[in-house]
């Protein structure tokens, strides 16, 4: 049985501003039992792209279910994320058009998975973004943010060349998708260029069956944890609305790794490393860490052990 469980609220930023809940999310299960499951991100500047996202994730998942209705397990999967994302990006130029709007006050990001409970097909546009978690206990980046730039969103309407429609290679236990406010979280940027890169140990909060023990009579409990956290002081640094959904199998436990892979990272080592890449001129090379203090005085620091290098 495929569990799931779904959060979104305003940002802190927005709800101080008096703005709306730009996120949306949707959740489907097919006739056949495979989950269909999107989110989307209303670019922030866009007048209009709390009604684009809706729209988004409403059309995109609706054209997946009926797909599948019609072909069954014969259903080309990739075909059909291709319609649902080119229907959501037809029906929001539509609307825009009908009110008499700029297109460009529409613009929204799409991921959306097709989950069977195992494989993951997905469609992804924009800085959002889909996690899987294998059989095998591997935390797997599905896809990457889409910036120009590296500041600017690339949006919906930016149409198919830049949409990203794959297969995930791997026998999936569980998949979560999340508008950039909560997916960037995982990727810290102090783990940039470390081994793992993603925050094993607080995404497996999230992911993990071992952990969550997901079940018929506990799903509302599990669900209420993780949406208490994210709206918790440990997580008061996300200003941008907050969406995730998680699909999990419940019939499927992934393999416990060593306890390293679940290690804190030592981020004050982390810290350092990165302060020398960034501030190369405050550093020299010995046997010891040289560090400039605010006075510009130097003082000597030990090295420590480095975070998934040993």
């Given at each position: ?10 940002g ?5 501003n ?5 996120d949306?999310?949707k ?8 989950v ?18 809706a729209?988004?994730?409403d ?46 006050d ?25 996690i ?13 943010p ?5 500041v ?6 930016e ?13 999936f ?8 406010g ?15 890169e993603?925050?094993v ?15 018929e ?8 944890e993780?949406?208490?956290y ?13 969406t995730?959904?998680v699909?999990?199998n419940g019939?499927?436990?992934?393999t ?8 804190e ?5 982390l810290?350092?490393?990165w ?36």
């Amino acid at each position: 049985m495929i569990f799931k469980y779904e959060y979104s609220v305003a940002g802190s930023s927005h709800v101080s501003n008096g703005v709306v809940n730009q996120d949306a999310k949707k959740i489907e299960t097919a006739a056949n039992g495979w989950v269909v499951a999107a989110v989307a991100d209303g670019v922030g500047s866009c007048k209009y792209s709390d009604v684009a996202s809706a729209i988004a994730v409403d059309v995109s998942v609706q054209v997946c279910l009926e797909e599948i209705k019609n072909d069954g397990d014969k259903c080309d999967l990739l075909q059909t994320i291709e319609k649902a994302f080119t229907q959501a990006e037809r029906v929001i130029d539509n609307h825009s058009l009908s009110e008499g709007h700029f297109i460009t006050d529409y613009d929204t990001t799409l991921s959306l998975v097709i989950y069977d409970g195992k494989q993951i097909t997905y469609g992804h546009s924009g800085d959002g973004g889909i996690i899987g978690l294998t059989k095998t206990g591997n935390y797997v980046k599905i896809t990457t943010p889409q910036k120009k730039e590296g500041v600017y969103v690339i949006p919906l309407r930016e149409g198919k060349d830049s949409w990203i429609i794959n297969r995930a290679d791997g026998d999936f236990s569980s998949v979560l998708l999340a508008t950039d406010g909560v997916y960037d979280i995982f990727f810290p940027y102090l783990l940039k260029g470390q081994p793992t890169e993603i925050y094993v140990r607080l995404i497996r909060y999230f992911m993990d069956n071992n952990i969550m023990h997901f079940a018929e009579v506990t799903k509302d409990a599990v669900s209420k944890e993780r949406e208490d956290y994210l709206n918790s002081d440990a997580c008061v640094s996300i200003t941008d609305d907050k969406t995730l959904v998680v699909l999990v199998n419940g019939d499927v436990m992934p393999t416990v790794k060593d306890d390293f892979y679940y290690a804190e990272p030592d981020w004050s080592v982390l810290q350092l490393e990165w302060d020398k890449k960034a501030y190369p001129h405050l550093y020299k090379d010995n046997d010891s860490d040289i560090v400039a203090n605010e006075n510009g005085e130097e003082k000597t620091a030990k090295k420590k052990w480095r975070w998934g290098k040993g």
